[in-house]
């Protein structure tokens, strides 16, 4: 997620790394020589998947900061101008985030949340735009898509 989004991560807060450990995996936790486990088991239990939501709602929201320390995503930055439909935004989410198409009823499904009563092929305004982009990362991250490689 971290690099997907671009996420400056020089000083992380406090909360990313309790979010991180609560997915189960705490960085350089597992000791033994070889690793986290890479079979489905290890992965597959519903706090690790509430807590990669959460990860992915605060990284897209740009929500993990304190007083101090802070972990910038800047969604608005890095999105062309130019892309400001749902269906062009979503599109260029998809690649950037998983590099390969997602399957279409999730594609479409997006597609119709982002542009709620509007046409999905028409430019939003950059404030409902900007207002619907975090929104839309998170869908992309949230399902088992973007933990397939």
């Known amino acids: 997620m971290l690099r997907a989004l671009n996420t400056d991560v020089a000083r992380p807060p406090s909360r990313f790394y309790s ?6 995996q705490p960085l350089f936790g597992h000791e033994a020589p ?3 486990g890479d079979v489905r088991q290890n992965w597959s239990g519903t706090t690790s ?4 939501w959460k990860l992915a709602a605060a990284l897209a929201e ?3 900061h304190d007083d101090v320390l802070s972990m910038p995503t800047d969604l608005m ?3 062309p101008p130019g892309v400001r439909s749902a269906n062009g935004a979503v599109d260029y989410w998809i690649d ?3 590099g390969r198409q997602m399957a279409p009823s999730d594609r479409g499904d ?3 949340a982002v542009a709620q009563a509007d046409s999905p092929y028409a430019a939003l305004d950059d404030d409902t735009f900007a207002l619907r982009l975090p929104q839309l990362v998170e869908w992309i991250l949230m399902p088992p898509d973007f933990q397939w490689r």
């Open 49 to 52: 998947l509430l807590y990669r």
């Open 62 to 64: 740009n929500e993990l």
């Open 19 to 24: 979010l991180y450990e609560s997915m189960g």
């Open 34 to 36: 070889n690793g986290y």
């Open 110 to 112: 997006i597609v119709r």
């Open 77 to 79: 930055s890095q999105t």
């Open 96 to 98: 950037r985030v998983l």
